[in-house]
């Protein structure tokens, strides 16, 4: 058996599943499985697929169109693999990306998950000049999570047993955040790393479906995420009132701000509880987490712009 099993969906990306495929096909770490699951396309990307010849590559199919959720939660359901890489259908893995994942996770046995730095590139391939830089502390990882998603989806890879054992899957209805929600359920067994080298090259600046959702439905996006938050928030043990709640959802959602001095009051208050809350329960990142809601309240009052009208 393969140690490693990968996982991609697949859905109209026949410009770019072949140079996705590739760089998996192509990395320095050879010991791994490729399932491919097709969602119904309605273009050529399943026939190109069918074209590759690798017997690593299983190469399934969908009766009907489910979704990316429910994609990638067939192909998990055929990983047997010690670890599950995760790979998107339009993304470009660097080859040394599953050498250098194995090996970190090999060598932290605390570690559930692990990622790395993403590059933009734009449709035809080209470096965007644009990082996302995402932190390598485990304990602060696990901290910033509770309001911002730090691991990059196509750049994970994951102990298999913690999959099997909490059954985690990805979500429906999370109109593009499915991964936040994934990454978060993981975070609640176990601490997520990042290695600090780029492990994806996330192709932006087309219609992909992060993209599409946030333009068409912009407002259950901002509900997903919310409900992530307070997921979180629940399962580690805080308890908050209403209104804290409601402010850092409001506050922490995506392009979200302070918009008033009571708002500003309400949210150090909350924050201030979280921390409180930490130390109480002997959480043992519970320092990160203070470091995380004093960075993101100053970050958020830095753009208080209303304080200097």
Same mark, same amino acid.
């Given at each position: 058996?393969?140690?490693?099993?990968? $996982?991609? #969906? *697949? /859905?109209?990306? &026949? +410009?770019?599943?072949?140079?996705?495929? !590739?760089?998996?096909?192509?990395?320095?770490?050879?010991?791994?499985?490729?399932?491919?699951?097709?969602?119904?396309?309605?273009?050529?990307?399943?026939?190109?697929?069918?074209?590759?010849?690798?017997?690593?590559?299983?190469?399934?199919?969908?009766?009907?169109?489910?979704?990316?959720?429910?994609?990638?939660?067939?192909?998990?359901?055929?990983?047997?693999?010690?670890?599950?890489?995760?790979?998107?259908?339009?993304? $470009?893995? #660097? *080859? /040394?990306?599953? &050498? +250098?994942?194995?090996?970190?996770?090999? !060598?932290?046995?605390?570690?559930?998950?692990?990622?790395?730095?993403?590059?933009?590139?734009?449709?035809?391939?080209?470096?965007?000049?644009?990082?996302?830089?995402?932190?390598?502390?485990?304990?602060?990882?696990?901290?910033?999570?509770?309001?911002?998603?730090?691991?990059?989806?196509?750049?994970?890879?994951?102990?298999?047993?913690?999959?099997?054992?909490?059954?985690?899957?990805?979500?429906?209805?999370?109109?593009?955040?499915?991964?936040?929600?994934?990454?978060?359920?993981?975070?609640?067994?176990?601490?997520?790393?990042?290695?600090?080298?780029?492990?994806?090259?996330?192709?932006?600046?087309?219609?992909?479906?992060?993209?599409?959702?946030?333009?068409?439905?912009?407002?259950?996006?901002?509900?997903?995420?919310?409900?992530?938050?307070?997921?979180?928030?629940?399962?580690?043990?805080?308890?908050?009132?209403?209104?804290?709640?409601?402010?850092?959802?409001?506050?922490?959602?995506?392009?979200?701000?302070?918009?008033?001095?009571?708002?500003?009051?309400?949210?150090?208050?909350?924050?201030?509880?979280?921390?409180?809350?930490?130390?109480?329960?002997?959480?043992?990142?519970?320092?990160?987490?203070?470091?995380?809601?004093?960075?993101?309240?100053?970050?958020?009052?830095?753009?208080?712009?209303?304080?200097?009208?």
């Amino acid at each position: 058996m393969p140690r490693i099993s990968v $996982i991609m #969906p *697949l /859905y109209n990306a &026949e +410009k770019y599943v072949r140079q996705s495929v !590739s760089s998996i096909l192509n990395q320095t770490y050879t010991d791994f499985e490729l399932f491919i699951v097709d969602d119904q396309s309605t273009d050529n990307s399943y026939e190109i697929v069918q074209q590759l010849q690798d017997s690593r590559i299983h190469l399934l199919q969908n009766s009907e169109n489910l979704g990316i959720a429910q994609t990638r939660n067939i192909a998990l359901q055929h990983a047997e693999g010690e670890y599950i890489a995760i790979m998107d259908d339009d993304d $470009i893995a #660097p *080859l /040394y990306r599953f &050498e +250098k994942e194995i090996l970190y996770l090999d !060598s932290h046995k605390d570690i559930a998950a692990v990622g790395g730095h993403c590059r933009y590139i734009d449709g035809n391939g080209n470096d965007l000049g644009k990082q996302w830089n995402i932190f390598t502390n485990p304990r602060y990882i696990n901290a910033h999570i509770i309001f911002d998603n730090p691991i990059p989806n196509s750049s994970g890879m994951i102990r298999n047993e913690i999959i099997q054992k909490y059954n985690i899957q990805y979500r429906d209805n999370m109109y593009g955040t499915e991964d936040y929600r994934f990454w978060a359920e993981c975070s609640v067994h176990g601490f997520l790393g990042n290695i600090n080298e780029v492990m994806l090259y996330w192709r932006t600046n087309y219609e992909n479906e992060t993209e599409k959702a946030f333009k068409v439905h912009s407002m259950e996006r901002k509900n997903a995420i919310a409900s992530t938050q307070k997921y979180l928030l629940e399962k580690l043990g805080f308890q908050l009132d209403e209104k804290d709640i409601n402010v850092l959802i409001s506050v922490f959602r995506e392009h979200g701000s302070v918009s008033s001095m009571e708002e500003i009051q309400v949210l150090f208050c909350a924050l201030q509880k979280i921390v409180k809350q930490a130390e109480d329960m002997g959480m043992v990142n519970s320092n990160e987490i203070k470091v995380m809601c004093r960075k993101r309240f100053g970050e958020k009052i830095g753009k208080a712009f209303f304080l200097w009208e």
